[in-house]
């Protein structure tokens, strides 16, 4: 979860803070889905919002933790056919990926609290 190896000059090029976008990428997906189902594509789209994730988000990344999400009982998927062209996977929180967004959002405070004093005593120092 610290990102081993990701340092300064490190990661350049294509896949450079992949690290620190897929550490949130589930906490953002369980975020984006407390709006109500959506579909793979469009959640790509809607967990730029959170400021996690920057740039275009690979779609095989996406479905890749959706599958993992589902397979934990943290999500629950079903086809929807209706309109026009194939049908698509749609996704929705369970009560677990409730759960287990609570303990994401806990944790995040947590770190921002730490960071807040953190600053707080450099500030102090100055």
Do not use: C
Request: hydrophobic share 35%; aromatic share 8%; no cysteine.
């Amino acid at each position: 979860m610290h990102g081993r190896g990701q340092g300064r000059g490190q990661g350049q090029g294509r896949g450079q803070g992949r690290g620190k976008q897929q550490r949130f990428i589930r906490a953002t997906i369980l975020m984006a889905l407390l709006d109500g189902a959506s579909h793979g594509y469009d959640l790509a789209t809607k967990i730029l919002r959170y400021g996690f994730v920057q740039g275009e988000v690979p779609p095989g990344m996406i479905y890749k933790h959706l599958r993992q999400m589902e397979d934990e009982n943290l999500l629950k998927s079903d086809w929807d056919a209706e309109g026009a062209g194939p049908a698509k996977r749609t996704y929705e929180l369970t009560n677990e990926g409730r759960e287990a967004l609570e303990v994401w959002v806990g944790f995040m405070e947590s770190q921002a609290e730490k960071m807040d004093q953190f600053v707080a005593l450099y500030r102090n120092k100055k």
